[in-house]
């Protein structure tokens, strides 16, 4: 061994020339003084913004939807607006990602796109929660009739609350990535401490959603235009909103980011990679970033494009599947109904796997030999339970009791399905993000951009999934068993993609070995 060389403690390895470089940034003019190390508990006060996020998040997944029918818009029409969700993300999160790459405020890069975020996160709740009492001010009738006013003012809350949860939910990961001062290992824990909080605010926001006297904590939102169910969803949202701005305004107010002046430090110009930094539009610079993705990247975005090709059937369609194919029921019978409830219980039991999961996310990675295999592991796991669903529908019509009920095993096994989902979706919502913000360190773009780029591999599949999974099903003759099939296709493909093209992220080298190496160079 050469005098002077670095070798690997875990394996006696001399580490290789990609290594460290992967590991330690090349020092540049251009590039920002390191800050210090950041403790823990500023990793979790913006971590524990998401939770914010996702009681939003859930309350509009269990409640909205009745709630556009009761203001008049037809049940054929309510999937286009959720449509809002996928084309706003294509275009906010990368935006967002790159203006706050470049954002030189005194504030810091992310803080005044959490802050903007957040007031209209509070804006559009206001607007959703009040929709059908302000269209009643404007000249909508009572009762039961259309109420057009307060449907124009739900769409254009609902579009704001799309585009501000878009605008929170990218600074936020790629502060996170600021923070973990360019540790693999810290940034794979802050993501999975995001996938926790993730997972709090999805156990709350269905355990609000399904109560039913929540509106009795404020009386004041059950009004003449509002009744219960619409004043239950009010209070919901309100709190949903007190929640937020608080975690929000904590966050932001104990951590601190260092004001930034040049180029990002995690792209080629902040590291001295050779490229001359020009200020570019927005749309030219993300063509040029995808232009310029590294190899990692490509197989990052196709693992992850097809990973939610898998997930997103099931997460349209998992209380429909447990009201029609387990249950047996039609939409407005007592049957559907008690099959959707079941199927919200599943969820709330998902969500609980999930927080318990995440914790576990970075031990397991250590445990199995890395990130890739335990991504690609959990997709197979996907794959069998969405295939599972094909069992689970056939044995329920063969042992259907006289009242239509399904067996106690069959409720038991569909709840026991949504539980085991709460693993792989831990592992989906962060070791992603992770890669993808350890991977930027070779693109030429910043990490908000990177992230951005990455929510294009997520919102893509959202379309399409939301677009032609009805013609898909109505073609197989109807149902939700072929788009879960589909499903349980493309996990499985991702799976193998994952474990045989997808490269391990480099593994973190100890502190004394960094200043060994400074001291060499």
């Known amino acids: 061994m050469e005098i002077g060389q670095i070798v ?7 580490l290789s020339s990609f290594q460290l470089q992967s590991e330690l940034p090349t020092p540049s003019p251009l590039s920002q003084p390191s800050p210090p190390p950041q403790p823990v508990r500023n990793l979790i006060m913006v971590a524990a913004i998401a939770a914010g996020i996702q009681f939003g998040w859930a309350l509009q997944l269990s409640l909205l939807t009745p709630y556009v029918q009761l203001l008049g818009i037809s049940h054929n029409l309510a999937p286009i607006i959720w449509l809002c969700g996928p084309i706003s993300g294509m275009l906010v999160q990368p935006m967002v990602g790159y203006y706050s790459d470049n954002c030189t405020s005194r504030f810091g890069r992310r803080r005044p796109f959490i802050t903007a975020g957040a007031g209209l996160v509070a804006a559009a709740v206001v607007l959703i929660g009040f929709a059908a009492d302000i269209g009643h001010i404007c000249g909508d009738p009572l009762g039961n009739s259309g109420k057009p006013r307060a449907i124009a003012i739900f769409i254009v809350g609902f579009a704001i609350l799309d585009i501000a949860n878009n605008m929170l939910q990218g600074p ?6 600021d923070l973990s001062d360019g540790s693999a290992r810290k940034t794979r824990m802050s993501y999975a401490g995001y996938s926790f909080f993730m997972a709090v605010g999805n156990v709350l926001g269905y355990a609000a959603g399904s ?12 009004t003449k235009a ?10 919901c949202f309100l709190i949903s909103i007190a929640l937020l701005l608080a975690l929000t305004i904590l966050a932001l107010t104990f951590v601190r980011e260092k004001a930034f002046s040049g180029p990002d430090p995690g792209s080629e110009e902040g590291n001295g990679g050779g490229k001359h930094h020009t200020e570019v539009p927005f749309f030219g610079e993300i063509f040029g970033a995808l232009k310029d993705l590294p190899r990692p990247m490509w197989i ?3 693992v992850t494009c097809l990973n939610w090709i898998g997930w997103f059937p099931f997460f349209l369609f998992d209380t429909d599947w447990m009201g029609r194919e387990v249950y047996g029921g039609e939409v407005g019978d007592k049957l559907y109904d008690k099959g959707v409830r ?3 219980l599943g969820l709330l039991l998902n969500s609980v796997v999930l927080g318990v999961a995440s914790v576990a996310v970075e031990p397991s990675a250590h445990a199995i030999g890395g990130v890739k295999r335990l991504w690609g592991g ?12 094909v069992l689970i529908t056939k044995l329920a019509k063969s042992t259907r009791h006289s009242d239509g009920l399904p067996a106690e095993g069959i409720k038991v096994a569909s ?4 539980s085991v989902l709460g693993v792989p979706l831990a592992v989906t919502c962060s070791i992603p993000f992770s890669l993808a913000s350890i991977f930027s360190t070779d693109s030429g773009s910043g990490k908000g951009l990177t992230l951005g780029v990455l929510n294009l591999a997520i919102v893509v599949p959202q379309l399409v999934v939301s677009l032609l999974s009805g013609q898909f099903d109505a073609l197989f003759g109807g149902g939700n068993i072929p788009a879960f099939v589909a499903g349980a296709i493309a996990a499985a493909i991702s799976g193998i993609i994952a474990l045989t093209k997808l490269p391990s992220p480099p593994a973190d080298i100890p502190s004394h070995k960094t200043q060994a190496i400074a001291a060499f160079h």
């Open 8 to 14: 690997n403690e875990e394996n006696g390895k001399p």
């Open 172 to 177: 936020c990961r790629a502060l996170l990535a």
């Open 211 to 222: 109560y039913s006297k929540l509106y009795k904590l404020l009386p004041f939102t059950q």
């Open 226 to 235: 509002c009744d219960i169910y619409c004043a239950n969803l009010k209070s």
């Open 300 to 302: 990052l975005l196709l």
């Open 342 to 344: 079941a199927g919200a």
């Open 378 to 389: 959990v997709n197979f796991i996907l794959a069998a339970c969405l295939a599972f669903t």
């Open 415 to 418: 709840m026991a399905l949504f």
